[in-house]
């Protein structure tokens, strides 16, 4: 996979149904990518379903990320330009809460209404979540509330070893969570959010706006590429060799 260094190298996947809405940024169908791409610490928003309103994201608009990388709540925090004391919180499946949790009679919390004590042999594994008391705020889900959401963590499980998912909601800094598509690949357009996971079960009206040509994109990375030429311009100057044996190259005090 290639890291996108702002100029020339892009992002590539390897799912043939994935749809490059611009250079590097993807709209992805399977749950094969998704996990991937989480695996190789990107951020991958999941986008499915009725929109989510209030202080939670519970997998329908959510960012989510990898809660086993100790740098996870600094990566995150840049991404989405908020405040580094800000708590983030978690999603587990609900047949590993007690196994992560001290849930003191607490069977499961499926809206996210909890801040729960993380048992003292999980705080290291996922201490990204976890909050200076040692709770986190976390989502339980069962493949009866949220499928896809559920698959995609059962997955991930697979994959890591760790049945919890790092889950914010899917915005900016100061921003309201995004409702449509379109809202979703603004968002992506200007962030480090490169891919956008749409579960394949899910219908998206009116692709063809997001989908470019080669020619669209390459001429959306010539922009790119002449604006980091511009700025590098700007900084270093023109790229004239400067004479150092002549008095014009000091300033005198």
């Known amino acids: 996979m290639d890291i996108d260094d702002g100029v020339n190298n892009y992002l590539t996947v390897d799912e043939e149904g994935a749809i490059e809405f611009y250079p590097g940024k993807y709209i992805i169908r399977t749950q094969l990518e998704a996990i991937k791409q989480i695996a190789s610490q990107q951020m991958v928003a999941i986008f499915q379903?009725?929109?989510?309103?209030?202080?939670?994201?519970?997998?329908?608009?959510?960012?989510?990320?990898?809660?086993?990388?100790?740098?996870?709540?600094?990566?995150?925090?840049?991404?989405?330009?908020?405040?580094?004391?800000?708590?983030?919180?978690?999603?587990?499946?609900?047949?590993?809460?007690?196994?992560?949790?001290?849930?003191?009679?607490?069977?499961?919390?499926?809206?996210?209404?909890?801040?729960?004590?993380?048992?003292?042999?999980?705080?290291?594994?996922i201490s990204p979540i976890v909050h200076h008391d040692l709770t986190c705020r976390v989502q339980t889900v069962t493949e009866e509330q949220n499928k896809n959401y559920y698959n995609l963590i059962k997955a991930w499980h697979e994959e890591s070893e760790c049945p919890v998912i790092f889950n914010t909601s899917f915005n900016l800094g100061g921003e309201a969570m995004v409702e449509s598509l379109a809202d979703a690949v603004d968002t992506c357009e200007r962030s480090a959010i490169n891919f956008i996971y749409v579960p394949e079960d899910q219908d998206i009206p009116h692709l063809e706006k997001f989908v470019k040509t080669e020619e669209e994109l390459q001429e959306i990375r010539d922009t790119i590429e002449e604006g980091y030429a511009q700025a590098n311009r700007e900084e270093?100057?023109?790229?004239?060799?400067?004479?150092?044996?002549s008095n014009d190259a000091f300033i005198n005090s």
């Open 49 to 125: 379903g009725e929109s989510e309103i209030g202080p939670r994201a519970l997998g329908n608009r959510s960012l989510l990320f990898d809660p086993t990388n100790p740098r996870a709540k600094v990566i995150v925090n840049e991404i989405k330009e908020r405040e580094d004391f800000r708590p983030f919180a978690g999603t587990i499946l609900l047949e590993y809460f007690e196994e992560y949790f001290i849930t003191e009679g607490i069977d499961e919390s499926p809206w996210m209404s909890y801040a729960i004590r993380v048992k003292d042999d999980k705080v290291q594994e």
């Open 236 to 245: 270093f100057g023109n790229g004239e060799a400067i004479d150092l044996t």
